[in-house]
């Protein structure tokens, strides 16, 4: 089986070349980015599996998996990442990713992962797609009830209060009412404030 890793870390393309090449029947190639990943899909070579880091250069997060999916009838595109969240992995899957590996798996489960999605299975560790996500704690959030903190999502990405009211489905009047509440607790007198406020401490 033809396998292409694509990483932008050479020490990981070399950890990553060590294991695969002692196992037998694999011929492996790496690209550092993804720009060289395409290169080589539009190559000679067909590939049983290419393996995406989601952070390297031209990879555009999850949209380098549907360009690569396009590319000379590939199917068995996987995503990589060490530090991308459950979220991610699933919206990956959902977009035609054959699997997901965090980079955190012990080496043996590496290989047999990748090996295993190389005959066309799919694979995301059980563990990883079942955990419970660490919940996000700060101290502005904390004087939020979860509607208004939906209300203030809504702000730091500029919609008005009746696309707000459309996408929690519900009224225009009581998304004004969560606005008025939350200028209060964030003492800001507008929601350009408000939005600022979430933005400068991380919160979206």
Known sequence: MRILIADDHE???DAL??????????????AADFDEACALLKGEWTYDLVL???????????????????????????????????EIAEQALEMGAI???PKTLPAKSLV???????MGEKY???????????????????????????VLHGLTEGKSNKEIARDLDLSEPTIKLHVKTLYRKLEVGNR????????????F
């Open 99 to 101: 699997g997901f590996i």
């Open 17 to 30: 070349g060590a294991f695969m090449q002692s196992e037998d029947g694999i011929e492996l190639h790496t």
């Open 52 to 86: 995406l880091d989601y952070n390297m250069p031209g990879m555009n997060g999850l949209d380098g998996i549907a360009v690569a999916n396009e590319i000379n009838g590939v199917h068995r595109v996987a995503l990589m990442s060490g530090e991308a969240s459950r």
């Open 124 to 150: 995301a560790p059980l563990d990883f797609m079942t955990a419970e996500e660490d919940k996000v704690s700060h101290p502005i959030l904390d004087k939020l009830t979860e509607r208004e903190r939906q």
């Open 11 to 13: 020490l990981l393309r």
């Open 192 to 203: 350009t404030q408000a939005a600022l406020v979430a933005r400068d401490a991380g919160i």
């Open 112 to 118: 047999n992962a990748i090996k295993f999605m190389a």
